[in-house]
């Protein structure tokens, strides 16, 4: 069951009025989901539009059976699905669940009558995009002009941006780490080490931290 | 001057009513640039969104003195400049003419007017940004997965995609070429040369040929 007080714990609609979050919650469903299961897999056609109401998102794209690139990790008040209805009809990348999660779904047509008839909705929409696409270019700089170090340097700051402990902790394993550059361990596991060595981060037991921001931003260069 | 027959040439505009094309007519001003001048640059402050009118503009990154990366060629109808006003207040990249140009320039007030009032203007900036995000997902899948011979492969096929000749033939040089995949002139000389040997291709004097589509299709694999 929906309900307005659920919407608005969503960062997604905080910038919305409650006539605005009444016209979303008219027309969104929710379902759950249980840890790791597929929301929907690369090449899928695609129909839904998701909010995360609550739980963990992964988004990632597979080449061949072993090789897998992890794009962005998703919580509450993020959206995904959008890119299929928008543009080509199958699905780009794939969506699994990394714990327990619960999304609220909204159909293609409520998409769209969304984006017609709620400006502060498409705006919304259109700044993530912006934001995903800036990204997305970054990455092509560092990938090309950056060197694995310089990568995960930035790839630490990327997923580190929530965090709010001092020092900054987060729990993450090397091949999570690996698949957020597209990467296998070897190099990941060498990186992590002279960033370890030299007094930036402290890995041990699955949890990263940052012991240096300064340095690390320094050594992420422009890929931050 | 700009007169409501001169927009209308504009692919941009097509689906857009004369009632709407006159939104934008009166608020865009027109700017004619020579062939190489910078329209902005990376870093600069950005306040203005353009659509070309007439001639060719690229998009590209620098990173230091030497490296350069082009992310897209726009023509008559495309647009750019987005960016910084839907997200950070810098350009994330330099746009510079190909060729001599002329350019509709729309005000960040005027901008975020046409988004608000005119739907349709809206779909076709967020179909755009799907398409562009898509296109950067695929580029970061294809620099981790394929090698430059695929890579070169889907920038020769997404850079032949609006030629209507049998077969297909474009202008480009190799530095060009190399520019576009981010990477220097000697491996991408060696992929062409690849590419030739097999028949896929010819090259000379600044001209490409696609020979056999199918098989750069093929080689292009995933990348395309």
């Known amino acids: 069951m929906i309900n307005t007080s659920a919407l608005k714990q969503v960062e997604y609609f905080k910038g919305l009025s409650p006539k605005e979050i009444g016209q979303v919650l008219a027309i969104a469903g929710v379902k759950s989901y249980k840890a790791g299961e597929m929301v929907f897999a690369k090449q899928d056609l695609g129909d839904n539009f998701f909010i995360v109401k609550s739980g ?3 988004i990632f794209t597979t080449v061949g059976p072993e090789k897998r690139k992890t794009f962005a990790f998703l919580k509450k008040g993020d959206f995904f699905g959008e890119m299929s209805l928008l543009g080509g009809k199958v699905r780009s990348a794939s969506a699994q669940t990394v714990e327990d999660s619960e999304l609220f779904v909204i159909s293609k ?3 769209k009558r969304l984006i017609l008839e709620n400006p502060d909705f498409t705006l919304k929409l259109l700044h993530t995009l ?3 696409l800036n990204k997305c270019n970054q ?3 560092s990938m090309l002009f950056h060197n694995i170090l310089g990568r995960l340097a930035a790839a630490i700051l990327d997923l580190s941006k929530e965090k709010h402990t001092k020092p900054v902790k987060m729990a993450i394993n090397q ?9 296998t361990r070897v190099p990941v596991c060498r990186a992590i080490n002279t960033l370890k060595r030299s007094g930036v981060i402290d890995y041990r037991r699955g949890e990263l931290i ?3 921001q300064v340095r690390l931003k320094s050594i992420a260069g422009n890929a931050s």
Chains 1, 2 share one sequence.
């Open 139 to 141: 990455e092509v700089e």
């Open 56 to 58: 963990h998102i992964k």
């Open 109 to 111: 047509k409520n998409f």
């Open 130 to 132: 912006v934001e995903r």
């Open 210 to 212: 940052i012991l240096d």
């Open 175 to 183: 091949s999570e780490l690996a698949q957020y550059l597209g990467t």
